[in-house]
């Protein structure tokens, strides 16, 4: 293989990238569009669910209340 060949088949290899690349971000682009455009639907809910589906009840102190006194409460309350 003589240079210009060489130099051929690197440029016919970095033009060959950067048009897959270009090709995969327009994909990936219409691809988020289309995601972002449906409506959001409610989780299916199952027949034999007992429990919800958080498994804890997180609860935040007031303004007015100390942390403190949000632990205390829970642990009074058995939880």
Known sequence: MDTNQILTLTVFVVVITIVGTIALAAIGYFAFRLRERRNPRRP??????????????????????????????????GD
Request: no cysteine; hydrophobic share 40%; charged share 35%.
């Open 44 to 77: 299916g809910i199952d027949e034999t669910m007992t429990r919800p589906y958080f498994f804890e009840r997180v609860r935040l102190a007031g303004r007015d209340e100390p942390h403190h006194a949000l632990l205390l409460a829970e642990d009074a309350d």
